[in-house]
């Protein structure tokens, strides 16, 4: 019997071990979420009931774990991670409860270099309508990324791989027209005179197929003859205001040559 029933204990205490243990990896890698932007990347994950702290780990494939200095005994549900991680090279993570032993299974891969996203790009336009041509001159976003105290741009990581691609249209009409450009300066020609264009901007990695976010539109404005643009009523105003003025103004003449006779008239007459 009592063979039994220390048995039965062991029993127990293996089952309840064995939830225990399978309750701890069901925390994986659905659950923790890599995000990066201008190569800020963060490690982020749903809080626990209880409000544990947290110890947080990376390795590159196939290589040792390594403790992310900053995210040790943290109770904040996310890791910044953008300062130990090589951009160019592949991570997988993996996160635990400080006071656990268990590590709650690990993140999927990611590559800065090729995962993170670029933001808006800005520009200043300087729009030649009436030549046919606009220059744009881009400036490169900045990057989370120091060298030498400095932070870097997008240009700085990318180097020949960065291109930008510009979108553009005539005022008024829904038809675009893109071409890319592997400067900070972005000439577009074959304008017509005198017209309105739209233009906003992109970064383009060669390597990637998706764009970055796009800039805000910045538009020229037509520079043709006065009326050219205008609508019809705003014409016929116009040219209605013009002609009451000529009136005036011809009103205004007629009277003062008659009030002039008048008086010449009438100094004549006192002679």
Same mark, same amino acid.
């Given at each position: 019997?009592?063979?039994?029933?220390?048995?039965?204990?062991?029993?127990?205490?293996?089952?309840?071990?064995?939830?225990?243990?399978?309750?701890?990896?069901?925390?994986?890698?659905?659950? !923790?979420?890599?995000?990066?932007?201008?190569?800020?990347?963060?490690?982020?994950?749903?809080?626990?009931?209880? #409000?544990?702290?947290?110890?947080?780990?990376?390795?590159?494939? #196939? &290589?040792?774990?390594?403790?992310?200095?900053?995210?040790?005994?943290?109770?904040?549900?996310?890791?910044?991670?953008?300062?130990?991680?090589?951009?160019?090279?592949?991570?997988?993570?993996? !996160?635990?409860?400080?006071?656990?032993? #268990?590590?709650?299974?690990?993140?999927?891969?990611?590559?800065?270099? &090729?995962?993170?996203?670029?933001?808006?790009?800005?520009?200043? !336009?300087?729009?030649?309508?009436? #030549?046919?041509?606009?220059?744009?001159?881009?400036?490169?976003?900045?990057?989370?990324?120091?060298?030498?105290?400095?932070?870097?741009?997008?240009?700085?990581?990318?180097?020949?791989?960065?291109?930008?691609?510009?979108?553009?249209?005539?005022?008024?009409?829904?038809?675009?027209?893109?071409?890319?450009?592997?400067?900070?300066?972005?000439?577009?020609?074959?304008?017509?005179?005198?017209?309105?264009?739209?233009?906003?901007?992109?970064?383009?990695? !060669?390597?990637?197929?998706?764009?970055?976010?796009?800039?805000?539109?910045?538009?020229?404005?037509?520079?043709?003859?006065?009326?050219?643009?205008?609508?019809?009523?705003?014409?016929?105003?116009?040219?209605?205001?013009?002609?009451?003025?000529?009136?005036?103004?011809?009103?205004?003449?007629?009277?003062?040559?008659?009030?002039?006779?008048?008086?010449?008239?009438?100094?004549?007459?006192?002679?």
């Amino acid at each position: 019997m009592d063979f039994l029933k220390h048995f039965q204990y062991f029993g127990v205490v293996f089952a309840t071990s064995l939830v225990v243990a399978t309750a701890g990896q069901q925390f994986n890698h659905d659950k !923790l979420h890599w995000s990066s932007t201008n190569f800020k990347t963060l490690l982020t994950w749903e809080p626990e009931a209880g #409000d544990p702290s947290y110890d947080v780990e990376y390795a590159e494939h #196939d &290589k040792d774990w390594l403790s992310a200095p900053n995210c040790l005994d943290i109770r904040e549900t996310e890791c910044d991670l953008t300062n130990v991680l090589d951009p160019e090279k592949s991570y997988a993570a993996r !996160l635990k409860k400080t006071i656990s032993t #268990d590590w709650w299974g690990t993140s999927d891969y990611f590559t800065p270099y &090729k995962q993170s996203l670029i933001t808006a790009v800005s520009f200043s !336009l300087d729009a030649r309508v009436a #030549d046919g041509c606009a220059t744009l001159t881009i400036t490169d976003p900045l990057t989370a990324l120091y060298k030498n105290g400095s932070l870097l741009t997008i240009r700085d990581v990318f180097q020949n791989q960065l291109n930008y691609r510009v979108s553009y249209q005539k005022v008024g009409s829904t038809r675009k027209k893109e071409t890319d450009v592997d400067s900070n300066v972005a000439v577009v020609d074959g304008l017509e005179p005198n017209e309105g264009y739209c233009f906003s901007v992109a970064a383009k990695v !060669l390597s990637r197929a998706d764009l970055g976010a796009w800039s805000q539109q910045q538009c020229s404005k037509a520079h043709g003859p006065f009326l050219q643009g205008l609508r019809a009523e705003v014409v016929v105003g116009l040219c209605l205001l013009l002609l009451l003025l000529l009136v005036i103004i011809i009103t205004s003449v007629v009277c003062c040559r008659r009030r002039r006779q008048r008086r010449q008239q009438r100094t004549a007459q006192m002679l």
